[in-house]
Structure formats: C-alpha cells, structure tokens
C-alpha cells in the first residue's frame, strides 16, 4: 500500500486558509481539514477533508450482533472532524503498521471534498470507497482520498468507510436471529455497508456531492462487498455504479458452516448461549475467533470457495452465493459495472512469510503435485490436463521469474485462474454473467504493471509479479515518493479512467485509449506502464485456461437457486 497521508500533513491549511466548516441538517456541523499538497496550485485546487464522522451508534453492549442504529445528533457540534475515528478490531499481522486505535466503535466515514464545492449549487458525482482485508481486517483510514479528487480536477466527492470485521461483523447463527427485526444473521458488516451507503445518500449534498450519482467501489473482500450490494435486495436503489477489484471469489458462507464457527467460538471462550457471549471482552472474542493465519483460507478458498469470515447465506440478507445469484440473473441490473483484477493475484499470498514454508520459492515438481491434488482437489486424470494447459509452451510467463522456480509460477497462475478466484478467469464469468443478464454497461480490466523498484527479497511486492492488491496505489492514486515518473503517469491515468466512470458511467476519456464494453470477444483494457506496452486492448485473455476452469469450476452448477424463509419471502413482495 501506498505511504498513509500523515495527519500533521492534513492539518496544514492550503495557503493559510481557516479550516472548512459543514453544517448537516439534523446532526449539526463539521469542523474539517485541508489536506495540504505543494503541487496544488490556488485555493480552487484545496481539497477539504472532514474525518471520523460517526454514520451509526458504536455497536457495543447490547448493540453486538445487531443491524446497526443510526447515530442521530453529534452530542458536540461543532464536531472536530480533523483526525480519524477508531478503527474495528482484527489481530495485527507481524511487521506491519498497526491500523490505528481499535475499538468496537468504530463505526466512521470520511469525506474528501473539493474546497470549491462546499457551499456550491452544482453537485459532484459520489465515489465510496470500501476497503479489502479478507472480512477480517482493513480500515478506512489506510486510504487517503485526496488523490482522487484532484485527478478528477476537483470534479468528485469521495468517501472511506469503516465496517465491523471478523467475529464481530459476521458471526451467523440461528441463535442470533430474534437480534435483527428482520431475522438477519451474520450480516453485520455488509449492514454497516448499507448504513454508511445510505447515510452519504442522505446527507453528502452538505458535502458539494450529488446524493443521486454514488458509485461503490472496493478491493478484495471490498469488491466482494461491492458484489454482494449487487445481490442484496436492501442495497438496491443507495448507489448508481459499481466497481470491482480483484473480487470474485464466492466471498459468502453457507449458515451450516456459520453455525460452526459459532459453535466454535462458543467452546473456546467457555460459553454456553449466547447471553455468556454477549458478555465476552472484545479482546479475547478476537484471539480466539482468529486462530488461523488470515492468508491460510485466501490461499484455501480456491478449493474450498470460502474464507473463515464473511457474508452468511442467511435466507434474508443474503438468498446464495453472489456469484451464483448474477448467473441466476437474480441482482441490481440497472447499474454499469466496471471489474478486473491484477495478472498474478495469488503471488502476493504465496510468498507471504507464513505461506512460504508450504509454497517455497524453490518449489518442485512433486511438492506442486500434492498441493494440485490434497489442497486444490484436482483429480488424479486432471493433474497433467492442468499441467499441460499452464506450460510455458501454451501459457506466458515473465521472461525473469524472480529466483522462482517455473513450479512456483505454475502453481501460482493455477491457483490465481481457477473459478471462482481473485483472478481474470473469476473476473470474466463475473463479467459474461453480468452481460448475459442485461446489465446496461460491463467493463473489464487487466491490471498488469509489474513495479519499477525491486523491493527486498520475501515481500509480495515483486518486479516481475503483479499480485493482489497492487493495483491499488494507482486506482486511488495514493501517489508518494517511491514511485518512478511512469509509475506517477501511470497512477494519474488509471485514477482518470476510474473518476471518468463515476462521473459518467464509462471509463473512456477524449483523447485516451478506448476501452471497449466486454462482448463476445473477451475483450478487456491491460494497464500497464508505456514500457511494458501501455493502455491496450487484448482479446481472448487466458482463453484457454479460463474456458477449463469454468467448465469444471466449483459452486457454479446451474442448480436452483436457495429458497428464501418465510419471513424473508414477505420481505421481499
């Protein structure tokens, strides 16, 4: 991830201006930041950012495991919204920068705002960002919002949100049921989604934004989020785009598999019901809830097609799984949506220090065999159909493979293609379920930059490999001193394509390479730096590939969708 902006940054005011001020009807008024930039040039190019904006009540005592209550009046007004609110609790992954003051309240939004639009008649198209982190980890306040607003030269509004994680956001279970007015279970955190979706609705015109033009837009378990507000009837109607990175993996859980988890949780901690559970410090409802390495089930879910924590198919919230429920044609078909994903998604998992012992770089034949068949589940006759279809006779690889062995980078294309999974292969059955099923507008990308830097030797980050999540930096245009000139160009034009899509539901930009709808001929936009061959159009991406795993993809047989309860099936008349 790119460099967070430091808070002593934002609280220096461009050109000496007095601090932005808002005033929310209903809740009283905001007392916000400029964000200082030395290459922003007049005050017109100030972007004001108001932070830790609390959206719902802090979900603490009996408010744990409940859809979330909004907030009401700020009890201080004005409020001091020039530093970040807490972030959700989640185990800290070592060598790491902690995530902030962790806290069950947690519940906060920001606003990045033009300094011109506060107080302005017209009104900016709305991007909401929705961080990633497997449903385990992540904050709002790992993204900085400014670059995006100035790329779109003062055009957007953008918003980061915070959302309950882990246990405390998607814990499912029968016994939690009479919790929700509606019998929802283990919807928590996509609930917190809604809420902070519905409140920037409501209130982002105080803000310059327009409440009628809002795109969510999110990475990893983020763009999982994104596809689940496509699925989820009660999103419908709170956002006009969708954006979706590196998302496609079946990011939901069966409520059998919930109840264990539950069951679970409820031994380790030594409880009996849930009102014992109720009663659990925040602290040790963690430690136990995450046992396992949080790479382990990413690394898993390929064969598996789950993660330890997510969305639950409830039978209210959530009906199946949500990539079996667009193949059904049954999600939001009046939004465009514009999806992809990075070339070598599962790289930036498999060379994680934790996954390194099972997945050396030095990986051979034979150990890639048992993890082919004991981990991924391929049966014995598949082994070497999957062998051949990925040798590098039939299959490109980078020219340098990092001190990798061709087994590692076999293994980890495999592993990254597979349907459903992070990557293009996932992204293009997402992509021709959407078409198929008569959404106005697909378009689908290929992130393929491979960094200029070649960072120290065990980190994801690689100059041959292009793995989950880097595509990021340049996405949000979360610029800092690291990156080369191409790479600064590079962010400035992907953030372009991606501001021009909010604004105007298509990517495409006068004067720029045309990215074309996705259609029959498999057609997406690579972005990568001019050195590596720039913004092109490629045809039949991993065709090959893409059309075996579909054919023998899991969890995506045409079987009848799941019926909802009967106190759901009155929901939705």
Known sequence: ????????????????????????????????????DSKAVGADMGVAAFLGIPYAKAPVGDLRWRPPQANGPWKESPRDARTWGNTCFQLQIPGMPPVGNM???????????????????????????????????????????????RVSESSLVVVTINYRLNVFGFLGSEALRSRSPDGSVGNYGIQDQRMAIA????????????????????????????????????SFGLYSKAIVQSGTYQGAIPLESAEDSYADVLRKVGCRDLQCLLGVANENLLNVSSSA???EPLLRMSAKGLLSWGPVIDGVSLMDLPLRLIAHGSYNKEVPVMLGSCRDEMAMMMVMPMVQGM?????????????????????????????????????????NLNGFSQNWWTLMRIITDQVPSLGHCGARFLAESLTAGGSPAVFVYLFAHAEDAAPPPG???????????????????LTDESMSASELRLAHEVAGYWASFAMTGSPNIQGRAHWPKYGPSDALMALQTAEEGGFQVVREYRRAACDYWAAHGQWLTPEPLLQPTAQAATLLV
């Open 199 to 234: 409140w920037v609705r409501k209130h982002i015109t105080d803000f310059g934004g327009d409440a009628a033009q809002i795109t969510i837009f999110g990475e990893s378990a983020g763009g999982s989020s994104v596809i689940n507000h496509l699925t989820q009837r009660a």
């Open 103 to 149: 806290s069950e309240d947690c519940l906060f939004l920001n606003v990045y705002t033009p300094s011109g639009a506060l107080g302005a008649k017209k009104k900016l198209p709305v991007m909401l960002w929705i961080h990633g982190g497997a449903y385990t980890m992540g904050a709002s306040n790992e993204y900085n919002g400014e670059g995006l607003v």
């Open 359 to 399: 997945l050396p770089s030095d990986l051979d034949e034979l150990r890639e065999g048992v993890y082919l068949g004991d981990v991924l589940g391929l049966q014995p006759t598949q082994v070497p159909e999957v062998k051949a279809l990925y040798d590098p006779s039939n299959y490109s690889y980078p020219k």
């Open 1 to 36: 991830m790119a460099t967070v902006v430091l808070m002593a940054v934002l609280l220096v005011g461009v050109a000496a201006a007095a601090n932005p001020t808002v005033k929310v009807p209903g809740l009283g008024s905001l007392l916000g930041a400029y964000v200082n």
């Open 293 to 295: 390495p949080v790479f």
């Open 459 to 477: 980190t994801w980050h690689n100059n041959s490999m292009v793995g989950h999540g880097a595509d990021v930096e340049y996405t949000m245009a």
